[in-house]
């Protein structure tokens, strides 16, 4: 990758660290389920009002709302209220980095080198101590939850970049048309119209302030500028090469936790936080080199256009 696209992937995992925070914030007003299907009911309107339909197949566009935008919050979301840290969960959602890997790799034919492998191999070492820290302290649900949406992160990873967007942007906004329904159906299901109507009736005070807030910037920074650069990165480089750097949103996220909420991760959790970073920077390293070496990209894993046609040559 250029060095602008490097700095443009630190960007948004800045962005991606922040938004836990947000979230946070949110969810001290609202129920999860209810709270997904608001953020983007709130993306949707201007969508379908002001931005044109992406000129990308509907199927593609489908998966990524339903990976990116439903099954990813929905398990984020959900694990959060139930307890997980909110650090913690920064961590836990870069499961999609791995994930993303074996689904290039699956669906795209991207090349997994042996580099690339042990360092996956690795990360996902450090995402099973983290699991058996928190199981030990009777949260393996909330745990299996975030790594939920870690997946449903992969999937819209790979449903982006088969839908190859000309303009990265009209997907992402118009992928906010998928979860709403679902998920308000979900919500009245299992949160129910009361918890609904008493947490809309108080957001309205000032003490709502903050949720208030963070749901803006979870929105403009978190789904539309750090959703658009990602979707556009996807695009220009192969899946296994992008996804990686969503490793640096837990340095973002746990030291934003420990700032402002006072969370303080335990050992385990520190030394599997470091096994994930450490197995994704061990496995990007040697991609990162080639690609400075030759403009036209890192020669280990294909050219990214024909990994896409390879799996679907006639979806645009």
């Known amino acids: 990758m250029p060095r602008s696209h490097v700095a443009l992937a630190c960007l948004v995992a800045i962005f991606w660290g922040l938004?836990?925070?947000?979230?946070?914030?949110?969810?001290?007003?609202?129920?999860?389920?209810?709270?997904?299907?608001?953020?983007?009911?709130?993306?949707a309107l201007p969508a379908l009002l002001f931005v044109p339909r992406p000129q990308v197949p509907l199927r593609w566009l489908v998966g990524y709302g339903l990976g990116f935008g439903t099954l990813q919050f929905l398990g984020l979301y959900s694990g959060m209220a139930a307890g997980f840290p909110t650090g913690l969960a920064s961590l836990v959602l870069q499961a999609s980095a791995p994930f993303t890997v074996l689904l290039g790799a699956v669906l795209l034919r991207e090349r997994l080198t042996a580099r690339r492998a042990l360092g996956i191999g690795v990360a996902v070492a450090g995402l099973v101590l983290v699991g058996i820290s928190r199981g030990g302290a009777g949260a393996w649900w909330p745990f299996w939850l975030v790594v939920l949406g870690a997946f449903g992160w992969a999937i819209g990873n790979i449903s982006s970049r088969l839908a190859a967007p000309p303009r990265p942007l009209e997907l992402t906004m118009w992928m906010a048309i998928v979860p709403p329904i679902p998920m308000l159906a979900l919500s009245l299901l299992l949160e129910g119209p009361r918890r609904i109507t008493d947490s809309l009736a108080d957001s309205l005070t000032a003490q709502a302030v903050p949720a208030w807030i963070g749901l803006a910037y979870t929105i403009v920074f978190g789904t539309i500028v750090g959703s658009g650069i990602w979707v556009w990165l996807m695009t220009k480089h192969p899946a296994g090469v992008v996804a990686p750097f969503s490793m640096l949103v837990p340095v973002v996220g746990i030291t934003a936790a420990w700032l402002v909420l006072g969370e303080s991760p335990h050992l385990l959790e520190i030394i599997g936080g470091a096994l994930v970073v450490g197995g994704v920077l061990w496995s990007g390293r040697l991609v990162a080199a080639r690609g400075a070496a030759d403009p036209a990209g890192p020669v280990d894993v294909g050219d990214p256009g024909a990994s896409a046609h390879a799996v679907e040559p006639a979806a645009r």
């Open 19 to 43: 938004n836990f925070l947000a979230i946070h914030a949110s969810l001290e007003q609202f129920p999860p389920l209810f709270l997904v299907a608001l953020r983007f009911t709130l993306m």
